[in-house]
């Protein structure tokens, strides 16, 4: 059965501060990893997708992605109390969009 | 990124009864949809996902016959819960796939209670 683990948190930084949220996955034919933001009540948005080892950044957020290791992150730089929310980590294999969730990790990021 | 809505955005019914929801894609065709359900505090799960002019494919455990899925169009799928009963109470979510590999986006969910 394939899993994504995340640590559920909640997760609390102070303003200003990186937040690091963490992902690991059980399936190593996972080709697609991504990073959903949920705010309590609503639907998730998508925040950053990677397909390859390494970093990939896009303004606040950087998404790391260790291939070997199983293993994909999120940091988000300058944490803003508009962060707070549940973050989703979830994998594709790339056949046909299928994608699975792990139960998220609460950030909090307080003032 | 793509836009997908979702309707109704919430509904209360009673136990016994039929509900349906829509998910549209507005600017874009979409050939799969994907119907999720997510309980409180818990990740999404996929229930199904949906292929327009072809029957839905159901994931393990779901009810294909209580969670009628039907894709009559390249921007309409619809779910239609029968005879709900209170434990169907959960957020359901659609989503459509984006260009890019495996990508998808979400419908704003659809809320539903079962008194």
């Known amino acids: 059965q394939k899993e994504v683990e995340q640590n559920s948190g909640p997760l609390s930084v102070p303003e200003g501060a990186i937040a690091s949220l963490n992902c690991t996955y059980s399936d190593r034919g996972s080709q697609s990893f991504f990073w959903y933001r949920q705010y309590s009540g609503k639907s998730p948005e998508l925040i950053m997708f990677?397909?390859?080892?390494g970093d990939k950044e896009d303004g606040r957020f950087t998404a790391q992605l260790n291939k070997a290791s199983q293993y994909v992150s999120l940091l988000i730089r300058d944490s803003q109390p508009s962060d707070s929310a549940t973050y989703l980590c979830?994998?594709?294999?790339?056949?046909?969009?299928?994608?699975?969730f792990g139960t998220g990790t609460q950030l909090k990021v307080e003032l | 990124g793509a836009v997908v809505s979702q309707h109704p955005s919430w509904v209360i019914c009673k136990s016994g009864t039929s509900v349906k929801i829509e998910c549209r894609s507005l600017?874009?065709?979409?050939?799969?949809m994907f119907w999720y359900r997510q309980f409180p505090k818990q990740s999404l799960m996929l229930m199904a996902t949906?292929?327009?002019?072809?029957?839905?494919?159901?994931e393990q455990g779901v009810e294909k016959d209580k969670f009628l899925i039907n894709h009559a169009s390249l921007t309409l799928s619809t779910l239609t819960v029968t005879s709900a009963h209170p434990e169907d109470s959960s957020f359901y979510i659609c989503?459509?796939?984006?260009?890019?590999?495996?990508?998808?986006?979400f419908g704003p969910g659809t809320r539903l209670t079962v008194l």
């Open positions: 949906s292929n327009e002019g072809s029957k839905a494919t159901y």
């Open positions: 600017d874009f065709q979409a050939t799969t």
């Open positions: 990677i397909y390859s080892n």
């Open positions: 989503s459509a796939p984006g260009t890019r590999q495996d990508t998808q986006y």
């Open positions: 979830a994998v594709g294999t790339g056949g046909g969009n299928k994608l699975t």
